[in-house]
């Protein structure tokens, strides 16, 4: 896992692994070798900090780093891996980069990024902010404990000038005061009082009541940000309406209108929808689709939206050429906690200058120059891939435009990343080799096909476009789905086979046959995790004495 805090990357990989996946050795001596080669995308100001193994510096030009680190060990390591480096800077930076493509559209990437420098020299906005929360039937338990718990972290931290309010709601919803009110200690432990006394309701879940109620409140925000943190784990039928809705609100509102950041939790919400509010209110979108990550990537999401340095950020060229491709449609704030990516697409050649602005947190104006660079040796198409599929399925779905769905089937076709338009097929052969009279020394064997081929295709990795009849029946995350630890025994017995020397086929086949029976939960994290796997592309580690041919 890659993340960003303070100014500093840090790149976590778990070394721990359970008994059934390390083979059991002999006490010999092996050769334990890792490799790490960091393209960090900025020529100046970086610089290693920690790491959990003896690395060696091998090589470093231009913001280009490579480390090795090579060991006669009796035991494998245990330790989690980990790499930190920090980019940094007093002041807001950035750049872009730019990839050649030659596929379907014959077009080309960029990607322009701005860090928010060093936290000293940064002021975070006056903030004025709602909690809009979903408290119907189906969050009962541990997702309605968890979102308490965050709100009431991100309360506490609020500043003294800052104002805030909570709205839960159901089918109709409650608010914790009439107004907005100013963050002081005794407002916020009121306000964490009531939450935490705040229980499920039974009825359907209403979305468009507490999201006026909410803009409403911010409508006569003056020389602070107005946000609103949207929390919920059901469908409902009038998304599309609310987003047309938001949309034309935020722009009849004025320069600093309400930044709308989403959180979706489990995998019967419409997670395109949240994306979606998200980018029309020029927020963040956050999910959880388990219950134990839920708090945890909750006050990810707070702690982004609520340090904010950088609001209603323009990009000059953007308006006035219509050859390039901007993947969301508004351009999110800028905080602390994160840098800021925006990329797209162009056609013929990219203006040689761009100029960023915004409204810094003292609202004085900003504007920077931004420098161009050849990402020569940068797979953008391949990082971006994800994301951009992501964004485009949200749009192709708020618009129900069936070329944005062509091309984002193509995207995925093209980067081998799942997509709500494609499903994943095996087509396995079943071959052997006959071994017939040979007629000289040197002749190939023949390879004859030895029966029909088998197609399985496998089950839908992809999250959705959200369950109505779940949220209306209250159903909760995760209770309709079969225990994950009886798919995990099949999984681990499975790939058990391949370290006890079964065909490496035969054990493929049973992971993918396991993996297209697999419930949605266990299918959305093993999607998370291969993702997550295949983000890592710049580790390689491997044993020359245990798996010399090893593939990536």
Not at 423 to 432: A, D, H, S, V
Not at 495 to 517: A, E, H, L, Q, V
Request: proline fraction near 4%; include cysteine.
């Amino acid at each position: 896992m890659l993340s960003y805090n303070a100014g500093r990357f840090s790149l976590t990989v778990p070394f721990c692994f359970p008994e059934y996946v390390t083979p059991a050795i002999k006490k010999i001596s092996k050769k334990e070798k890792i490799e790490l080669n960091v393209n960090s995308g900025v020529a100046n100001g970086i610089s290693c900090k920690a790491t959990s193994h003896p690395l060696k510096e091998i090589r470093r030009h231009e913001g280009k780093f490579s480390f090795l680190y090579e060991a006669e060990i009796f035991k494998w390591s245990t330790t989690d891996f980990r790499f930190s480096y920090s980019v940094s800077s007093g002041n807001i930076f950035g750049g872009i980069l730019l990839q050649s493509l030659y596929d379907y559209d014959q077009s080309d990437m960029f990607c322009i990024y701005l860090f928010p420098g060093s936290e000293q020299n940064r002021k975070v906005f006056k903030k004025e902010v709602v909690f809009v929360v979903d408290i119907s039937e189906s969050m009962q338990g541990r997702p309605l404990e968890s979102t308490k718990s965050a709100i009431s972290a991100a309360l506490s931290k609020l500043s003294p000038e800052d104002s805030f309010n909570i709205i839960a709601f159901s089918n109709e919803a409650f608010q914790f005061s009439t107004s907005m009110e100013l963050a002081s200690k005794d407002a916020i432990e009121r306000a964490t009082a009531w939450i935490s006394m705040k229980y499920t309701v039974g009825g359907s879940t209403n979305l468009f009541i507490p999201l006026e109620k909410a803009a409403d409140m911010l409508s006569n925000t003056r020389g602070s940000i107005p946000m609103i943190f949207l929390v919920t784990d059901g469908s409902v039928e009038d998304e599309r309406n609310i987003c047309h809705w938001m949309q034309k609100r935020l722009t009849n509102q004025g320069v600093l209108c309400p930044s709308i950041h989403t959180f979706g939790i489990g995998s019967f919400c419409n997670h395109y929808f949240l994306r979606m509010l998200a980018m029309i209110g020029r927020g963040e979108y956050g999910a959880a689709f388990d219950l134990d990550s839920i708090e945890v990537q909750m006050n990810k999401l707070f702690s982004k939206g609520l340090s904010t340095v950088l609001a209603n950020i323009t990009i000059d060229a953007f308006d006035d050429c219509e050859e390039i491709e901007v993947y969301s449609s508004r351009i999110p704030d800028l905080s602390l906690e994160s840098p800021l990516t925006i990329y797209g697409r162009y056609q013929g050649s990219f203006p040689d200058n761009l100029k960023v602005k915004g409204i810094l947190g003292d609202l004085s104006s900003f504007t920077m120059d931004l420098k161009i660079r050849r990402a020569k040796d940068i797979p953008l198409d391949s990082v971006l891939a994800r994301r951009q599929i992501d964004l485009l399925t949200a749009q192709a779905w708020f618009s129900e435009n069936k070329r944005l769905e062509e091309k984002v089937a193509k995207l995925s076709i093209q980067t081998c990343n799942i997509s709500e338009y494609t499903r994943m097929t095996l087509l396995e052969k079943n071959i052997m080799k006959h071994f017939g009279a040979w007629k000289k020394k040197g002749d190939p064997q023949k390879i004859v096909e030895s029966g029909p081929p088998e197609m399985i295709l496998l089950q839908r990795l992809s999250v959705g476009f959200g369950d109505q009849i779940a949220t209306a029946k209250n159903i909760r995350p995760g209770s309709q789905e079969p225990e994950l630890p009886e798919v995990a025994k099949i999984f681990i017995k499975t790939t058990s086979n391949y370290f006890g020397g079964i065909c490496n086929r035969c054990c493929c086949m049973g992971c993918i046959r396991c993996c297209s029976k697999m419930n949605n939960q266990c299918a959305t994290t093993l999607t998370q995790l291969c993702t997550a796997l295949a983000c890592i592309g710049c580790l390689h580690c491997c044993s020359e004495s245990c798996c010399p041919n090893q593939d990536d």
